[in-house]
């Protein structure tokens, strides 16, 4: 670990509380923008990552957990002492900012503040964070923005067992009708409706929630890249150029459960082992393809009944596959269903598929991108173009307005484990770069004219 990083444990935590200011960075500042507070964020960062870690330094932080519920009440907390109003949409979203000299549309900054099951600390919660570090920055450097400034942190980004990742941005977006969300149950049966309402959401008001380019005029997303491209080429910023599309399916095999020292082979119909098989057949397919742009992941696979001395009855597993091309990921998923239908076959079990998720690619905003572009080459900060093979809520928010994504490097291009990791240098060139671009768009977008 570089002594300009942020660690992924509590036993780093002490001695990255006294990382000086790089020198590097003293030049960076434009005139008008505020310097960075590295001491406040540090320091909130550090904070927050507490909420939901457990003993190893991996965060668990789910919708709907407590820790989840938790992490809400202390970016309330925290945006209130920062002088911001905070206020809860019908699906949970959290919004904060600063009013404008003019009734437009905001300009908003922000992502997402829940995690996978043993995450880490960098992916969501950065961008949040930083978002509210940039408008208080201006604040109080004393910037007279023209547009209300906000920052969000959007409910149920990462998958949950409610089986609706970007939940918050989807329904913002329209994507997310409400007849799904009121139809929507967890592993056990209990109901979204129960578990938005105890984070002050109302589904029955979900139609109120809706977005349009009236609402909000430009969004900005800052989060780690999660991959090596930025790392490997010792390049501190990436400047998105769209997000990939994901496909994802709930499968599940059906075989019988029987007794697992009575029941001699020829007469079994185990679900785990045509899964199994058919897992394989899924990486010899990906394998053959040789295409770097198409990502094919199981992730999840819940037998059932589960126990020693059963043969497993059923088997449900996630198939997810992403691309920047649609077509590809149909193809494949395509020519993967008879090789699946022939193992069924000649196992004995049955299939079924449910479509949990068909995600379009989504390009990001030209004038943001070129924004964005435009701040890091006044700054003198090298950037790099790039497509982002990981989902995002900038992906649905982009569906109604102009958005953006920068990306600061994953150190070692770790994510959604503890080992997650981004440099502080890289942290703080970023800040540098969102609030030279949200000034930038408080001027250039004259109002929040629609998009042509």
């Known amino acids: 670990m570089g002594e300009n990083s942020f660690g992924t444990s509590k036993t780093h935590q002490k001695s990255l509380d006294s990382v000086p200011a790089s020198k590097e960075a ?19 960062f550090n904070e927050f990552s507490r909420i939901g870690q457990d003993q190893s330094g991996a965060i668990n932080r789910p919708f709907g957990s407590e820790a989840e519920k938790e992490a809400r009440g202390w970016i309330t907390a925290m945006a209130q002492e920062a002088g911001f ?18 009734e437009w549309p905001a300009i908003a900054i922000g992502s997402h503040h829940d995690s996978v099951p043993d995450g880490g ?3 969501g919660p950065l961008g949040v964070l930083m978002g509210i570090e940039v408008l208080q920055s201006l604040r109080e450097a004393g910037y007279e923005n023209r547009h209300p400034f906000t920052f969000v942190s959007f409910t149920a980004e990462e998958p949950n067992p409610f089986e609706l990742s ?17 139809a929507a149950k967890d592993w056990q049966g209990r109901p979204l409706a129960d578990a938005v309402a105890e984070v002050g959401g109302n589904l029955q008001q979900v139609p109120q929630a809706r977005k349009t380019a009236e609402d909000i005029a430009a969004f900005i ?62 990486e010899q397919k990906i394998g053959s393809l040789n295409n770097s742009s198409l990502a094919a992941t199981v992730g999840r696979l ?7 001395n059963i043969i497993p009855g059923s088997c449900s597993w996630s198939l997810e596959l992403r691309s920047g091309d649609m077509d590809a990921v149909y193809a494949l998923r395509d020519d993967l269903l008879p090789s699946f239908e022939a193992i069924a076959s000649r196992r004995q079990v049955s299939i079924s598929r449910e479509v949990l998720l068909n995600q379009q690619p989504e390009p990001m905003h030209e004038q943001v991108i070129s924004t964005l572009q435009t701040m890091a080459d006044e700054l003198e900060i090298p950037y790099a173009p790039l497509a982002s093979m990981a989902g995002h809520d900038a992906t649905h928010v982009a569906s109604f307005t102009k958005a953006g994504m920068l990306f600061v490097p994953s150190i ?32 250039a977008l004259a109002g929040g004219r629609k998009l042509q």
């Not at 994510?415 to 408080?442: G, P, T």
């Open 121 to 123: 600390r960098f992916d």
């Open 85 to 102: 109003t905070v206020t809860v949409d019908a699906i949970g979203n959290m919004w904060g900012g600063l009013a404008g000299q003019h």
């Open 221 to 282: 997303e800052l989060h780690i890249e999660q991959g090596r491209r930025l790392e490997k080429r010792g390049i501190p910023i990436g400047v998105v150029s769209g997000i990939c599309g994901i496909y994802r399916e709930l499968i599940t095999v059906t075989g019988e459960a029987n007794h697992a020292g009575t029941t001699e082979f020829p007469d079994r119909r185990d679900a785990l082992l045509a899964t199994s098989e058919m897992l394989l057949a899924l």
């Open 302 to 308: 819940n037998v059932v009944p589960n126990a020693m």
């Open 166 to 182: 970007t939940m918050g941005s989807r329904t913002i977006s329209g994507r997310l009708s409400q007849e799904k969300l009121l």
């Open 26 to 44: 003293d030049g960076l500042k434009l005139e008008g923008i505020p310097a960075f507070n590295r001491e406040r964020f540090l320091q909130r």
């Open 412 to 443: 070692h291009g770790k994510s959604h484990c503890k080992e997650e990791e981004s440099r502080m240098e890289d942290i703080e060139r970023a800040f540098y770069v969102l609030a030279a671009a949200v000034r930038h768009l408080d001027t």
